[in-house]
């Protein structure tokens, strides 16, 4: 197995290595994921995966979780569909900036994201390090931040569009999770920026040492807040792959963000994804 890094910041492509193989070798399993979490995000190309080896892959890293909106794949639980064709309209949920999940108390470990068919140009993936993200930030940004804490909501993203009773629905089934606004990577102990599109508001910014006088708090904590999300915007935190079919990505969903780039004409694009169930946030 070869290693290759593809930019400074952020992810490698592992070159001579099959992931059918090591959907039975739970060896290699463990040396992935060690570089997983040394790169944050890999990459493989022209992987022969059927979906039975993806799953059995992706179960070495934890149980499969099913998506509450988008669901699984009825013979392999666990496996999310996402297939766009000329048909479907853009659902402005994958073309953002955001980390999975975060909406649940336990986010993903991470996901398993194979390629079945792709544009011939545009669709990309992006990933953005938001260990670096933290890491770059001003000091007295890193220590203003240190003790905050934020939602994060399913109701104000995917339940956003539904009609109000399933809306409601959606948020009794999952209610807003909050987390730390700076994480600590189990793994690593990193300190990790983590803040997304999930994320809707501060809950313990109305303090004295932040706070004058009431009108101070919502622009304060909006504007804060805005800077924050904002970082993962910086080129210099991120990688983009161009996808070719058969290629997998697979990402560290604790200490990234990502972003599928629509920017490709109506054409067919089917990726499938194994989501990771992951650990409580602290």
């Known amino acids: 197995m070869q290693v290759h890094p593809v930019t400074c910041a952020i992810g490698a492509e592992l070159r001579h290595v099959s992931l059918a193989e090591a959907s039975r070798d739970a060896g290699l399993a463990a040396e992935i994921r060690a570089l997983l979490v040394q790169h944050k995000v890999l990459f493989f190309r022209q992987q022969e995966l059927t979906r039975a080896e993806h799953v059995t892959f992706a179960r070495h890293f934890g149980e ?21 064709n000329p048909e479907t309209p853009v659902d402005r949920y994958e073309n953002s900036w955001h980390t999975d999940a975060t909406w649940r108390e336990k986010p993903p470990f991470g996901c398993v994201l194979r390629c079945v068919e792709c544009p011939p140009v545009g669709g990309d993936t992006m990933w953005a390090n938001m260990v670096l993200a933290f890491e770059k930030l001003p000091a007295h940004i890193q220590q203003q931040i240190a003790g905050l804490r934020a939602r994060h909501s399913i109701e104000a993203t995917f339940g956003a569009a539904m009609p109000t009773e399933k809306r409601l629905a959606l948020k009794a089934q999952y209610p807003d999770a909050e987390h730390p ?23 313990n910014f109305h303090t ?13 904590a909006a504007m804060l807040l805005a800077y924050l999300v904002s970082q993962v915007q910086i080129p210099e935190y991120q990688v983009r792959w161009r996808w070719q079919p058969g290629d997998v990505a697979m990402w560290d969903n604790r200490s990234t963000q990502h972003y599928a780039v629509m920017d490709y004409p109506p054409c067919h694009r089917k990726m499938e994804r194994a989501g990771i169930v992951g650990e409580a946030v602290f």
Request: no cysteine.
């Open 181 to 203: 606004v700076v994480r600590t990577h189990p793994d690593t102990g990193e300190k990790i920026l983590f803040v997304n599109g999930f994320t809707t508001h501060f809950t």
């Open 64 to 84: 499969l979780e099913d998506h509450p909106v988008v669901g699984s794949d009825p013979e392999h639980p666990g496996l999310v569909r996402i297939y766009k």
């Open 208 to 220: 004295p040492a932040n706070v004058r006088y009431g009108q101070d708090y919502q622009p304060g």
